[in-house]
């Protein structure tokens, strides 16, 4: 009787572990991710060359990505809706993983697994990757959304080793977790009900070592006592 009360307390808990996280519908409309690598400072539509992902985090947590114009090499102007990432030529190098995880971000999960909630985009430049439970969230709950992309000829675990060699993310937004599959929260596209924008994916610019700059500091004094003595 003990062993059966054990084991029904165990499939309990393991059907609770299932039901009890959120369901998200990580799918966006066309033309939500624009390619700025190829040429930088120009944005097309991206055509299955950018990969995704999705962070998420409670709604009180302070998007580390937000600052516009001092993030990442944000455009000296606003950009559209906050999203730092529209219109650059270039962004500074960093680690976004890192970033939003010390803010209290979490890179997005399936329940149960080790999958990443993300992929590559298709040709209409869109996210597809469709309905899910996303790990570590309650069902029928707001948190606050980060999609981060970046070229997909880096590879798909580029976002987490920091080796990509172009990155974008959207604006945050707050998207409220399904209970079912069937419920409307969790069958929302994040693009739909004006969360997630369109933004780009540029490329990581070139900072000059201190080494290098002090070479130059160093070549141009020369050049001038040369002019003098001439």
């Given at each position: 009787m003990k062993k059966q009360l054990v084991i029904i307390a165990a499939l309990a808990t393991t059907a609770a572990s299932v039901f009890g996280q959120g369901w998200v519908t990580l799918s966006t409309s066309t033309h939500k991710f624009y390619n700025e690598?190829?040429?930088?400072?120009?944005?097309?539509?991206?055509?299955?060359?950018?990969?995704?992902?999705l962070f998420w985090a409670p709604t009180s947590a302070t998007d580390p990505l937000l600052a516009v114009g001092t993030e990442f090499g944000a455009a000296a102007s606003t950009p559209s809706k906050q999203v730092a990432t529209n219109a650059v030529a270039s962004i500074q190098g960093s680690s976004l993983d890192a970033t939003l995880t010390a803010a209290g971000f979490t890179l997005g999960l399936v329940n149960g697994s080790s999958t990443v909630a993300g992929g590559t985009i298709t040709a209409a430049a869109s996210a597809g990757f469709g309905q899910f439970q996303l790990g570590g969230t309650t069902a029928g709950s707001s948190y606050q959304f980060v999609v981060v992309a970046w070229d997909a000829a880096s590879g798909a675990a580029a976002i987490q080793n920091g080796s990509y060699a172009a990155i974008?993310?959207?604006n945050p937004f707050t998207y409220i977790t399904g209970a079912n599959a069937s419920d409307p929260n969790g069958t929302a596209a994040i693009t739909s009900a004006g969360m997630m924008n369109a933004f780009g994916v540029a490329p990581i610019a070139v900072v000059p070592e201190p080494a290098t700059l002090a070479l130059a500091g160093l070549s141009g004094a020369s050049l001038l006592l040369f002019r003098r003595r001439k």
């Open positions: 690598f190829t040429t930088p400072g120009v944005g097309i539509y991206g055509n299955a060359n950018i990969d995704y992902a974008g993310w959207s």
